[in-house]
Nanobody, 119 residues
Framework: QVQLVESGGGLVQPGGSLRLSCAAS????????MGWYRRAPGNQRELVGY???????NYGDSVKGRFTISRDSSKNTMYLQMNSLKAEDTALYYC?????????????WGQGTQVTVSS
């Protein structure tokens, strides 16, 4: 069982920045990949980006060049730095962990944190 707790959401003006955090209950190096998804009202869930256990990152086209995923192993925490925010980035952001143990794959999700970009 992996527990994920997000924090850092809030209201920000267009062009502003925000950093989300996702704290895991186990060592993040034992997690195969961790990522961020988002869902805006009326839309399907969208991949924001992810980071693998080896540190490779990948991002959705809509956030490339503006968002950056990083991690701090000492805190078992993954971050999402969001810059140049736009109104269309408004969504509920979810942390995800893909974890494999004994040949079985598990998906874990955080409770979500709301990001609202508005003037």
């Amino acid at each position: 069982q992996v527990q994920l707790v997000e924090s850092g959401g809030g209201l920000v003006q267009p062009g502003g920045s925000l950093r989300l955090s996702c704290a895991a209950s186990i060592s993040i190096f034992s997690i195969n990949n961790m990522g961020w998804y988002r869902r805006a009202p009326g839309n399907q869930r969208e991949l924001v980006g992810y980071i693998t256990s080896s540190g490779n990152t990948n991002y959705g086209d809509s956030v490339k060049g503006r968002f950056t995923i990083s991690r701090d192993s000492s805190k078992n925490t993954m971050y999402l730095q969001m810059n140049s925010l736009k109104a269309e980035d408004t969504a509920l952001y979810y942390c995800h962990a893909g974890y494999s143990t004994h040949g079985v794959w598990y998906d874990y999700w955080g409770q979500g944190t709301q990001v609202t970009v508005s003037s």
